[in-house]
T-cell receptor, first 115, second 112 residues
Framework: DAGVIQSPRHEVTEMGQEVTLRCKPI?????LFWYRQTMMRGLELLIY????????DSGMPEDRFSAKMPNASFSTLKIQPSEPRDSAVYFC?????????????FGDGTRLSIL | SQQGEEDPQALSIQEGENATMNCSYK?????LQWYRQNSGRGLVHLIL?????REKHSGRLRVTLDTSKKSSSLLITASRAADTASYFC????????????FGKGTRLSVIA
C-alpha cells in the first residue's frame, strides 16, 4: 500500500510568494495532520482534520497560513505571503485516530526555503 | 506545551553496543509511542506502549514505561550503523480526544 505522499519534496521561493504544499493521506485514514519541524522548536502540530473537517488549528502560526481538505484523499497547506522565518520542513501525517492509541503515518516532508 | 522530553539530546556509540534513550513527560498519559527519523525522511513508528503496560519488545527494540516516574526508555540492542537516526517519543495529552505531542528527539550516531 502507498504511504502518505507529499509534494513537492523541496521548494525554494522568494519572500512574498505564495507557497502551496500538498498531501495525499493513506486511504481509509480519517485523520490528517500537518506539522512543521525546525531545529529550534522541534515538531509542531499546525492543524488536523477529521473526515475533511478542520478540528484544531490552534497551532497555525499566523493568518498567512491556511489549510484545506477538499476531499478524503487530498489536503493543501498554503502560506501567503511567505517569509524567511517560514523556512522549515513541513510534514503531513495520517491516522485512524487523533490520539496515541494508533500510530501516525508520516510522509517524507516538504523542505521549504524562503529566500 | 511540549509533553515529552528525550534525553540525551545526542548519543554516539560503536556498532554492536546498546543504545538507551529516555523520555520524560509531565502529566498522565494513555499511550506513549516511539518513532525513528532518518535524515531527510519522515518519522516512522516503532513501538506503542499503553499506560497499563510496563514493557514491550520488537526485534532489537525494547521499550519500558514507568508511569510512577513519568518516564519511558527505548533500548536498541546490538546497534548497527543503519540505526543512525533521530528518535522521538510522543504522548497523548492527558484528557480529551487530542493528538500526540512529540518531543525534540535524541540524535543517535552508530559508528562502524
Amino acid at each position: 500500500d502507498a504511504g502518505v505522499i507529499q509534494s513537492p519534496r523541496h521548494e525554494v521561493t522568494e519572500m512574498g510568494q505564495e507557497v502551496t504544499l500538498r498531501c495525499k493521506p493513506i486511504s481509509g485514514h480519517d485523520y490528517l495532520f500537518w506539522y512543521r519541524q525546525t531545529m529550534m522548536r522541534g515538531l509542531e502540530l499546525l492543524i488536523y482534520f477529521n473526515n475533511n473537517v478542520p478540528i484544531d488549528d490552534s497551532g497555525m502560526p499566523e493568518d498567512r497560513f491556511s489549510a484545506k481538505m477538499p476531499n478524503a484523499s487530498f489536503s493543501t497547506l498554503k502560506i501567503q505571503p511567505s517569509e524567511p522565518r517560514d523556512s522549515a520542513v513541513y510534514f503531513c501525517a495520517s491516522s485512524s485516530t487523533p490520539t496515541g492509541s494508533q500510530p501516525q503515518h508520516f510522509g517524507d516532508g516538504t523542505r521549504l526555503s524562503i529566500l | 506545551s511540549q509533553q515529552g522530553e528525550e534525553d540525551p539530546q545526542a548519543l554516539s556509540i560503536q556498532e554492536g553496543e546498546n543504545a538507551t534513550m529516555n523520555c520524560s513527560y509531565k502529566t498522565s498519559i494513555n499511550n506513549l509511542q516511539w518513532y525513528r527519523q532518518n535524515s531527510g525522511r519522515g518519522l516512522v513508528h516503532l513501538i506503542l506502549i499503553r499506560s497499563n503496560e510496563r514493557e514491550k519488545h520488537s526485534g532489537r527494540l525494547r521499550v519500558t514505561l514507568d508511569t510512577s516516574k513519568k518516564s519511558s526508555s527505548l533500548l536498541i540492542t546490538a546497534s548497527r550503523a543503519a540505526d543512525t537516526a533521530s528518535y522521538f517519543c510522543a504522548t497523548d495529552r492527558p484528557s480529551g480526544n487530542t493528538p500526540l505531542v512529540f518531543g525534540k528527539g535524541t540524535r543517535l550516531s552508530v559508528i562502524a
